[in-house]
Antibody, heavy 120, light 110 residues
Framework: QVQLQESGPGLVKPSETLSLTCAVS?????????WDWIRQPPGKGLEWIGS???????YYNPSLKSRVTISVDTSNNQFSLKLSSVTAADTAVYYC?????????????WGQGTLVTVSS | QSALTQPASVSGSPGQSITISCTGT?????????VSWYQQHPGKAPKLMIY???NRPSGVSNRFSGSKSGNTASLTISGLQAEDEADYFC??????????FGGGTKLTVL
């Protein structure tokens, strides 16, 4: 069974960099699929942040592209998110997910989510 | 890129059917059959309910069905049950290799 687990600081100061890691179990990241980050501000909808393929290709939401970096660590079977220059608007529950692609597109497996609050 | 458009809320009585719409553009829903729907209960991660417009993953009730016409996709839930009360989000792949979500629809079972 594929499982994803987010980890990282729950509190980040304004202007600093938010860093999260998603540990994957039950499947080897290097074997395929796309690995995505999605966020949800409190009481609001989902926002796609970006993704990385098993081969390292990255795709980002144009509205966040200048501040986002997604990377993969195949040796530890995990991938990471860095979001720079954060503000209160970046406060959200951050989810990692596995996206099935190639003639289809959907998120079948999700992490439980981790709340990140941006505050001084 | 703007979010896909969903009604903020819908409601129905147990046993009834409801439909949630999701409107996009000719660069997302209108050009790809890559529409998916997610159910989210409070404090939980989203759960895949429909993919590729109308396909149900294993384990999802056949009371859930999806369709698409032009730039608008729809999720229909028949035989409403109390456990269906949740938020529902649509999603679509886009022509710029990105993913869009809808703003979400809160379903209330009366």
């Amino acid at each position: 069974q594929v499982q994803l687990q987010e980890s990282g600081p729950g509190l980040v100061k304004p202007s600093e960099t938010l860093s999260l890691t998603c540990a994957v179990s039950g499947y080897s990241i290097s074997s395929g699929y796309y690995w995505d980050w999605i966020r949800q501000p409190p009481g609001k909808g989902l926002e796609w942040i970006g993704s990385i393929s098993h081969s390292g290709s990255t795709y980002y939401n144009p509205s966040l592209k200048s501040r986002v970096t997604i990377s993969v660590d195949t040796s530890n079977n995990q991938f990471s998110l860095k979001l720079s220059s954060v503000t209160a608007a970046d406060t959200a529950v951050y989810y990692c997910a596995r996206r099935t692609t190639v003639t289809t597109e959907y998120f079948h497996y999700w992490g439980q989510g981790t709340l990140v609050t941006v505050s001084s | 890129q703007s979010a896909l458009t969903q009604p903020a809320s819908v409601s129905g009585s147990p046993g009834q059917s409801i439909t949630i719409s999701c409107t996009g553009t000719s660069t997302d829903i209108g050009v790809y059959d890559y529409v998916s729907w997610y159910q989210q209960h409070p404090g939980k991660a989203p759960k895949l309910m429909i993919y590729d417009v109308s396909n149900r993953p294993s384990g999802v009730s056949n009371r859930f069905s999806g369709s698409k016409s032009g730039n608008t996709a729809s999720l229909t839930i028949s035989g409403l049950q109390a456990e269906d009360e949740a938020d529902y989000f649509c999603s679509s792949y886009t022509s710029t290799s990105t993913v869009l979500f809808g703003g979400g629809t809160k379903l209330t079972v009366l």
